[in-house]
């Protein structure tokens, strides 16, 4: 058990639709990471915060937007679902800042949009 | 421009044998770090092995070790006596520290077949 927890574990939802991905990270760690990763492809770089603030944006869509709160869980909202935004979504975190640790990551979430 | 490269898709392995997952990456901060992950076909990413910059040593984890060529930009995942269970996708990442964004990013990943 990474610590991560990631909700819900599966979705299904329709074209067009919205939905949100939520993400509790481990005890104490400040950043979270947002990657996606479509079918036998790699992880795609999504967005990163840290301590509430955004810090990095990887190649994530308009359509996508996502946010850290104060308590330190992070929310990632797809809209205007399309076939193709199908994929499995991780969310990781860390403790941010210079400790060079690993990122530990959840169950990710699977996305399929029929 | 922050990058990492695995050139190999797939590679097979004969179980007990050792074998070799290549991964080079391309940073201009001179502090960096660069980790393995495994996933498995139940689809959980579990980390391997951690190598710093400025470490000396290359670092070993039970059957796993990293052998890192700082002048060549290669931080290559050796699995020794390989078993049926190492049968995953590996991924190579790398975190700049200096650049200030703390940002893992990965490479596109090996699938690793063992036969037995």
Known sequence: DSGVTQ????????????????????????????????LDQGLQFLIQ???????????ILERFSAQQFPDLHSELNLSSLELGDSALYFCASSPG??????AFFGQGTRLTVV | ???????????????????????????SDPSYGLFWYKQPSSGEMIFLIYQGSYDQQNAT???????????????????SASQLGDSAMYFCAMREITSGTYKYIFGTGTRLKVLA
């Open chain 1, 49 to 59: 915060y840290y301590n509430g603030e955004e810090r990095a944006k990887g190649n």
């Open chain 2, 1 to 27: 421009a922050q990058k990492i490269t695995q050139t190999q898709p797939g590679m097979f392995v004969q179980e007990k044998e050792a074998v070799t997952l290549d991964c080079t990456y391309d940073t």
């Open chain 1, 7 to 38: 909700t819900p574990k599966h979705l299904i939802t329709a074209t067009g639709q919205r939905v949100t991905l939520r993400c509790s990270p481990r005890s104490g760690d400040l950043s979270v990471y947002w990657y996606q990763q479509s």
């Open chain 1, 97 to 102: 800042g210079t400790a060079n640790t690993e």
């Open chain 2, 61 to 79: 984890e039970g059957r796993y070790s990293l052998n890192f060529q700082k002048a060549r930009k290669s931080a290559n995942l050796v699995i």
